[in-house]
């Protein structure tokens, strides 16, 4: 009897479902979110665990004191605290905007089948993750998965997929972001273990374009500079059913954001999204700039950035200050 397979899809087909729409009618006052946040801000400003990613360069010197927090509603009211506007590299948020482009571009089935939408069960850099799966990278949020993306995204030369990747960036985050040039030249020129992932992924006939030029492609939209301001207004979007509230601008077609959401449950938080997911009910994830987004679908998007990580990769505080606002504003979706 052959083995059946259909219990990874079942439980995102479940996640989808329950991402889809909005799950409860949020009531708290813009005085009591911002009650919280202040709370948050001021419970966890002092904390002085974790610290910068130091095999990155330019990550090691980024002021670990930059504490930022962002709430921004479906209807564009924005709530902040703290270092709102400074800014670090988006590092593996990004992995999120560039596989929204490729379902926009081929389709949720083209990256369900063609990347993969598991959870890998190893580091985020596994290579033999890739092995082991047959050659799928499993899910778009590891390195492998975030360079076959970027190699699918619709585009005749480099230039035109960098500007495509960076344009849909932009339009998230309703303003033009900025390319940090000292982390994109610390980084490219130590990305070898990233051109290896694209070389085998390529070797399995599952990249998009050529495999180092996808490396750099993607090297590069990790490097953009984002605050908790623009993380948040970003994750808001996905929130709002592919809308931004600030632009109004459409960004992404509806019928993909629990798709995304559903990515971000199961694969977004490195090896501790299951804990993540366990302890909020949230879709999220981070990058090792220091920034968190997390997703209240139908009402909120949270972003926070603080450089300091914990083992996995996490920020420390943005995990904290997003599991207390989640928390005391009673916004975990699975618990409505």
Not at 106 to 135: C, M, P, R, W, Y
Request: glycine share 8%; with cysteine.
């Amino acid at each position: 009897m052959q083995k059946s397979n259909s219990t990874p899809f079942v439980m995102l087909l479940l996640i989808s479902i329950l991402f889809s729409s909005t799950l409860f009618a949020y009531e708290a006052s813009p005085t009591q979110i911002n009650k919280v946040l202040k709370e948050a801000y001021n419970k966890y400003k002092g904390d002085v665990g974790g610290k910068n990613a130091d095999y990155i360069k330019a990550l090691a010197i980024v002021d670990p004191n930059i504490f930022g927090i962002t709430l921004v509603d479906k209807n564009g009211k924005i709530y902040e605290i703290g270092n709102t506007k400074k800014e670090v590299s988006i590092q593996s948020i990004s992995k999120v905007f560039t596989a929204s482009l490729v379902m926009q571009d081929h389709g949720d089935k083209f990256v369900q089948s063609k990347i993969g939408v598991n959870a890998t069960g190893a580091a985020f850099n596994s290579i033999i993750a890739i092995e082991l799966h047959k050659g799928s990278a499993s899910n778009p949020f590891v390195n492998a998965g975030a360079i076959q993306s970027t190699s699918w995204v619709s585009a005749k030369n480099s230039k035109i997929r960098w500007n495509r990747i960076k344009h849909n960036m932009d339009n998230f985050a309703a303003r033009k972001l900025k390319l940090n040039e000292d982390v994109y030249t610390s980084e490219v020129n130590d990305n070898k273990r990233n051109q290896a992932i694209s070389k085998i992924l390529d070797a399995y006939g599952r990249m998009g374009s050529d495999p180092l030029e996808a490396t750099t492609v993607y090297t590069k939209q990790c490097s953009i500079n984002v605050s908790s301001h623009d993380l948040a207004i970003m994750a808001s979007t996905l929130a709002n059913h592919g809308i931004n509230p600030i632009s109004k601008k459409k960004v992404i077609e509806s019928t993909y954001t629990p798709k995304i959401m559903a990515i971000m449950a199961t694969a977004g938080l490195y090896d501790n999204a299951g804990d993540w997911l366990y302890d909020t009910g949230a879709p999220a994830k981070s990058g090792v700039g220091g920034g968190i987004i997390a997703v209240i679908p139908g009402e909120f998007g949270i972003g926070v950035v603080s450089p300091p990580l914990d083992t996995y990769g996490n920020s420390v505080r943005a995990q904290l200050a997003i599991k207390y606002i989640i928390k005391k504003l009673n916004l975990n979706p699975l618990a409505q």
